[in-house]
């Protein structure tokens, strides 16, 4: 029987919605394999082994140890290739996130196996799964079969959809002891950058300022519209350059790439370098004063006019809507 090891992510206690997307995609690529959840970290973990079953793993592996609680390389390299070496899976599916991004590559050297990173669809070819990704910046996608073996693969956030979770649904839970040799970095301390609510790279709502903000206080208006909509603030590398808000908000090519339900572009010119971090965005708003601006292009709506006008009153409006 094919066996699938999905990498799951967790954060202050919680799975990571894209862990679950990614057990969904595992069983895109074999609906009949069987899906094992991986749930690494420190202290218990068996209710996210449990977790990540109800979203339709057959059985998990949690991993605790000290060395776990926060990511690093050595840490989690060497944690993944103990239970790789105990399961010897057909494939592994994680997420095409910081983490994934950086595990993934060291994985795939030490197993010599193929990576299909950033994969946006999986389908059906000829009985074979077959992995769709973009290309040059977005601008076009490829689809990939594995020639042969394992092979790795990250998913992007946001656009395989989860499988419903199923109360009913259980299985084995096993907590797995592996040693962790001293590492050569240690985390002293974890300084969290973006903003405090929505994460940006899973956000179905995103709010994105560009230079047209003009300084740090005019973010202040996309912050009021991203609470009444439950959305995350980002920000073009224009923004970011001028120190109106930090890197960890930027968006696109050297940035977070994103795919939300809604992106709302402010202020924002719509240089390619941006677009390739979001024109994959289910529907886009751009709201921009100059209406030759080229985020028009691949806005599904345009608003033209000054942002210190309209962004306020969208927000009045939709808190009306809210009452
Ligand atoms: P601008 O291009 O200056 O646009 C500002 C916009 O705001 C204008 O369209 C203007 O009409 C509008 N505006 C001004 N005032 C108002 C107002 N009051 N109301 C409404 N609209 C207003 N950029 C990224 O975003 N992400 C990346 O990852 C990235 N990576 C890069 C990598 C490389 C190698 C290079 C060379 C560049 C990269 N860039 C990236 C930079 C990119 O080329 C652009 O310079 C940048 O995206 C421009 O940011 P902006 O749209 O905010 O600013």
Known sequence: MTKLLVITENRDGELRNVSFEAVAA????????????????????????????????????????????????????????????????DGIVMGHTSIGKDLTPKLAAKLDSGLISDVVDISDEDGQPAFTRPIYSGKAFEKKVIAEGSTLVTIRPNNIKPLEEDESRNGEVISKDVDIADARTIIKDVIRKASEGVDLSEANVVIAGGRGVKSEEGFRPLYELAEVLGAAVGASRGA????????????????????PDLYIAVGISGAIQHLAGMSNSKVIVAINKDPEANIFNVADYGIVGDLFEVVPKLTEELRQLKV
């Open 26 to 89: 595992a069983k895109k690529m074999n609906e009949a394999a069987e899906v094992v959840g991986v749930v690494l970290g420190s202290g218990n973990l068996e209710k996210l082994g449990n977790e990540i079953i109800r979203f339709g793993a057959d059985r998990a592996i949690t991993v605790s140890h000290e060395k776990l609680e926060d990511y690093t390389s050595e840490g989690y390299g060497q944690a993944v290739l103990a239970v790789i070496e105990d399961e010897s899976p």
């Open 240 to 259: 970011c350059d001028a120190e109106y808000c930090d890197y960890a908000l930027q968006i696109g090519q050297t940035g977070k790439v994103v795919t």
